[in-house]
């Protein structure tokens, strides 16, 4: 499933390239939640691929309608994560496919085509950035990590969003060695697995933005949770913390 999966993802890809480098057409989902021609065209791409050769799978995919599939053997889709990046040209945008049997994680994989960064792990198979091994970093004092985030599409119009991030922002920022916030979900959790980053936090965020990259992260060693040190759930948790593990205590306690 591995090869066949990456093949069909780095087809689709050469469509988010394409368009990368070209004129959008844009559409807003809400305020600040945008959607291009290209978003929908890699999608259809990679559901018609992975319908036609995993019959056992279901897809759930951002800009479909998922209202009548069932979370179970399936495979999450986010066809463009960072799209805002992508309509910019900020080279940090990835292709996202997360794949659960029965709901449980089995493979993960996260592609910038831009950086040419294929992010790969199946489970209990460890975490591989363009086939070598990646591992979590050692770093276990939080003063000097360095720290991702991201701010959720709600803080234009939600000031309680808004109020809780600049919040967690004040208790996080002096604490460590500094955030960045490089707009993609599913490449900030790459980061957290490759050593890049210590550790990542962010609200809001949907299931197709982090399925292949906890995935990811938990093969390189690294600890995914709730905003209360809980087992993190698709489809169901607000806030996801995810880190090296050795400062997993100290980004929660900060976070509240």
């Excluded at 066949?4 to 559409?27: P, R």
């Excluded at 209360?228 to 913390?241: E, M, N, R, S």
């Amino acid at each position: 499933m591995k090869k066949k999966l990456i093949k069909i993802i780095k087809d689709a890809s050469k469509i988010l390239v394409e368009g990368y480098h070209d004129n959008k057409q844009i559409k807003f989902k809400a305020k600040k939640d945008l959607v291009t021609n290209y978003d929908v065209a890699v999608e259809n791409y990679l559901k018609e691929q992975f319908l036609k050769h995993f019959k056992n799978f279901n897809v759930i995919a951002e800009e479909s309608d998922n209202k009548n599939l069932e979370f179970n053997n399936s495979i999450i889709v986010d066809p463009i994560d960072g799209t805002t990046n992508f309509v910019n040209k900020v080279p940090h945008t990835a292709i996202s496919v997360g794949v659960y049997k029965n709901k449980k994680p089995y493979i993960g994989i996260v592609y910038n085509p831009i950086l040419d960064e294929l992010y790969y792990a199946k489970v209990k198979k460890g975490a591989f950035l363009n086939g070598k091994k990646i591992s979590i970093s050692k770093e276990n004092n939080f003063q000097k990590s360095l720290i991702s985030t991201g701010f959720p599409y709600s803080n234009g119009s939600c000031e309680d969003d808004l109020n809780m991030v600049l919040k967690q922002m004040k208790n996080v920022l002096p604490n460590c060695q500094d955030i960045r916030r490089l707009g993609s979900a599913a490449l900030d959790l790459c980061y957290v697995a490759r050593g890049t980053y210590e550790g990542y936090y962010e609200m809001n965020l949907k299931a197709w933005d982090v399925s292949a990259g906890i995935i990811i992260l938990k093969e390189a060693g690294g600890k995914v949770s709730n905003e209360k040190g809980k087992k993190y759930t698709l489809f169901k948790d607000k806030y996801i913390v995810a880190t090296n593990k050795k400062i997993h205590k100290k980004l929660l306690q900060h976070l509240k």
